[in-house]
C-alpha cells in the first residue's frame, strides 16, 4: 500500500532554514510527479510546490517562490522541500502528496509541523 | 492566476439531509477539478476527481458535476461520518490552487 512519511519539522527562527523529507514506499515512485501543500493552523489548504516524476519541471506559488526548493532522489524514493529565508507566515503542517498521471493529489502524508519563531 | 472560490463557507445541515457546495473557478478549466474531504485532526482525503468521478472507496452518496468555471459536490444523504471540511482544487495547471474550504457540520 502506499505509504509517504514526511520528516524534518520542528522549530525555526524568523530568517532560518529547514529542509523537509518524504520517505515514499507502495508504489514506484519515479513514475509520479509530487506536491507539498501546507496547511497553518486553523486554516485552510495552501498548495506549496509541485515537481514532475523525472524532476525536469517544478511550480511553486508565489508566497514561496524563491526561498523554497523542491526535489527528488528517485534512487531514495524520496521528495524533499528545501525552506529558506523563513518567515512566521511559513508555520504550518506540511503535506507532501502523491499525484496520479493526471495531477490530482491521490495519496497524502500524515504531515509534518513546521514552526517558525523567535 | 485562477481564483477558486467556494461557497457556502459553513453549512449545518440534519442527518439525511441533502448538501450541495459550489467551487467556481475564474477562468475555465474544462474538468480539472478535485474534491477533498478533511475530517478534524486528519489527513485530507480524495473524493472526487475529473470533476465528477468518484475515487474508489467513496460512498456513492457522493457525487459531483459541473465543467469549465462552477462545479458542485452533492451529499445526497448527510451521514454524522460527513462532518469534514472540503475543499476543491484545479489541477489543470500550476498554480494548482485550492478553494477556501466549506465545513460542514450536524444540526
Known amino acids: 500500500q502506499v505509504q509517504l512519511v514526511e520528516s524534518g519539522g520542528g522549530v525555526v527562527q524568523p530568517g532560518g532554514s529547514l529542509r523537509l523529507s518524504c520517505a515514499a514506499s507502495?508504489?514506484?515512485?519515479?513514475?509520479?510527479?509530487m506536491h507539498w501543500v501546507r496547511q497553518a493552523p486553523g486554516k485552510g489548504l495552501e498548495w506549496v510546490a509541485f515537481i514532475r516524476y523525472d524532476g525536469s519541471n517544478k511550480y511553486y506559488a508565489d508566497s514561496v517562490k524563491g526561498r523554497f526548493t523542491i526535489s527528488r532522489d528517485n534512487s531514495k524514493n524520496t521528495l524533499y522541500l528545501q525552506m529558506n529565508s523563513l518567515r512566521a507566515e511559513d508555520t504550518a503542517v506540511y503535506y507532501c502528496?502523491?499525484?496520479?498521471?493526471?495531477?490530482?493529489?491521490?495519496?497524502w502524508g500524515q504531515g509534518t509541523l513546521v514552526t517558525v519563531s523567535s | 492566476d485562477i481564483q477558486m472560490t467556494q461557497s457556502p463557507s459553513s453549512l449545518s445541515a440534519s442527518v439525511g439531509d441533502r448538501v450541495t457546495i459550489t467551487c467556481r473557478a475564474s477562468?475555465?478549466?474544462?474538468?480539472?477539478l478535485a474534491w477533498y474531504q478533511q475530517k478534524p485532526g486528519k489527513v485530507p482525503k480524495l473524493l472526487i476527481y475529473a470533476a465528477s468521478t468518484l475515487q474508489s472507496g467513496v460512498p456513492s452518496r457522493f457525487s459531483g458535476s459541473g465543467s469549465g468555471t462552477d462545479f458542485t459536490l452533492t451529499i445526497s444523504s448527510l451521514q454524522p461520518e460527513d462532518v469534514a471540511t472540503y475543499y476543491c482544487?484545479?489541477?489543470?495547471?500550476?498554480?494548482?490552487?485550492f478553494g477556501p474550504g466549506t465545513k460542514v457540520d450536524i444540526k
Open positions: 477562468q475555465g478549466i474544462s474538468n480539472y
Open positions: 507502495g508504489f514506484t515512485f519515479s513514475s509520479y510527479g
Open positions: 502528496a502523491k499525484t496520479t498521471v493526471r495531477l490530482y493529489l491521490d495519496y
Open positions: 482544487q484545479k489541477y489543470n495547471s500550476a498554480p494548482f490552487t
